[in-house]
């Protein structure tokens, strides 16, 4: 059984590094859980663990066509994962002992700043999600989240029937989901806000 899991590993590289995504999502469907977890433990974030793990298996997709593992799969994502939470321990830990140095004033307006760069990029990207809808769906989608219209005045404002507002709003929101996936929530705030 043993040398028969070696054998599909290696096929399975092998097929990966012919960019075969179907080869990909079994690597990640085998090892996700078990990185996840394993990385959760050492950081107590889960979040953060995560978001490690995706990163990781995004840059073997990356590098499919030149990724070269000796030995078992599992024995360098292991070791990939654990370099990844070493480097991210490593940089909070650089993070907090520098904005510990800061005075307090520098501290917030860094923050601030973050907080305008994170804002502008995310207004950006959901303009650009909004840019590829047709201009009658990104017409209902903007009265609805930007003047806070009812899909009842949507509909007798643009002469259309309710259950078309309803469907324009399903579309706009189906693709928005699609692209920016957990971002949609937090860029629909921001885009509600700030336009």
Not at 111 to 138: C, F, G, H, N
Request: aromatic content about 12%; proline content about 1%; some cysteine.
């Amino acid at each position: 059984m043993y040398k028969k899991q070696k054998i599909n590993e290696k096929e399975l590289l092998l097929e990966l590094q012919g960019g075969d995504k179907l080869a990909f999502q079994k690597l990640y469907n085998m090892y996700f859980a078990l990185l996840y977890v394993h990385a959760t433990r050492k950081l107590q974030d889960r979040e953060v663990a995560k978001d490690l793990v995706h990163d990781l298996f995004s840059s073997i997709w990356q590098n499919r066509f030149t990724i070269s593992i000796k030995g078992e799969i599992s024995a360098y994502l292991y070791s990939a994962i654990r370099h990844r939470v070493i480097d991210y321990v490593a940089k909070e830990k650089s993070k907090t002992n520098y904005l510990a140095s800061l005075p307090a004033s520098t501290t917030y307006h860094a923050v601030d700043t973050d907080y305008a760069l994170r804002e502008k990029l995310l207004k950006e990207q959901i303009e650009r999600v909004l840019s590829k809808l047709s201009p009658r769906v990104r017409e209902v989608f903007e009265l609805s989240r930007e003047h806070y219209l009812s899909h009842k005045d949507i509909a007798k404002k643009l002469n259309i029937s309710e259950h078309s507002v309803r469907s324009y709003m399903k579309e706009a929101l189906r693709l928005l989901r699609s692209k920016l996936g957990s971002l949609l929530w937090i860029g629909l705030l921001f885009f509600c806000k700030f336009f």
